[in-house]
């Protein structure tokens, strides 16, 4: 069964805590991604990743890091250096960089 | 730059009704657009899809046609049920651009 994965669903962390939010995909995708989503709001972008081992910042990176060690997983370290975390956080993949996106089904992240 | 413009919700109509929602769109190249669709806490997913002019994309009853001359990919469906109620983005990817730009979401809610 293809598709993306994201653990956990729901994520409670103390202010100045880091966390990793997980995202495994087995569509064989080249190229995966990061979005923020707050309460009414469209998506932003945190980071992207083209290929393994590469990755670069979106337009909300600032507070966030990653890394691509494998073409499956792309997890996402909330550090205590973002100012306002708690949002809902949504990992996706595509084939390459620029074609049809598909989502996992996201983390809630919340900092108390 | 790249930009999409979705009408604001939230929409709320009753069982049966047509439905459309308006989206247009501001490229600088040859986009491709997409509606996706959010159910309650869930991530997205791709409703339907048109890589160039004048192309119809359509799934599940939902139609939308890519008119380049107005710069427009609206939603429609003819007849809406209850199960439709949903957050729906417009988003559009150009090419060598590696993120999707999305429009801030229109909700839906369909009454009985």
């Keep these: 069964d293809g598709g993306i994965t994201q653990s956990p669903k729901y994520l409670f ?3 100045g805590q880091n966390v990793t939010l997980s995202c495994e995909q087995n569509l064989n995708h080249d190229a995966m991604y990061w979005y ?3 309460p009414g709001q469209g998506l932003r972008l945190i980071y992207y990743s083209q290929i393994v081992n590469d990755f670069q910042k979106g337009d909300i990176a600032e507070g966030y890091s990653v890394s691509r060690e494998k073409k499956e997983s792309f997890p996402l370290t909330v550090t205590s250096a973002q100012k306002n975390p708690t949002a809902f956080y949504l990992c996706a993949s595509s ?5 049809t996106q598909y989502f ?3 983390t809630r992240l919340t900092v108390l | 730059g790249n930009s999409v413009t979705q009408m604001e919700g939230p929409v709320t109509l009753s069982e049966e009704a047509f439905l459309t929602i308006n989206c247009t769109y501001t490229a600088t190249g040859y986009p491709s657009l997409f509606w996706y669709v959010q159910y309650p806490g869930e991530g997205l997913q791709l409703l339907l899809k048109a890589t160039k002019a004048d192309d119809k994309g359509s799934n599940k009853g939902f139609e939308a046609t890519y008119r380049k001359e107005t710069t427009s990919f609206h939603l429609e469906k ?3 049920q209850v ?3 949903a957050v729906y983005f417009c988003a559009l990817s150009d ?3 590696p993120e999707i730009i999305f429009g801030s979401g229109t909700r839906l809610s369909i009454r009985p």
């Design chain 1, 36 to 38: 923020r989503q707050d």
């Design chain 2, 95 to 97: 090419r060598g651009v």
């Design chain 2, 83 to 85: 199960s439709d109620s």
């Design chain 1, 13 to 15: 962390r103390k202010e």
């Design chain 1, 104 to 106: 996992g089904p996201g």
């Design chain 2, 78 to 80: 003819g007849s809406v």
């Design chain 1, 95 to 99: 084939i390459k960089v620029a074609d």
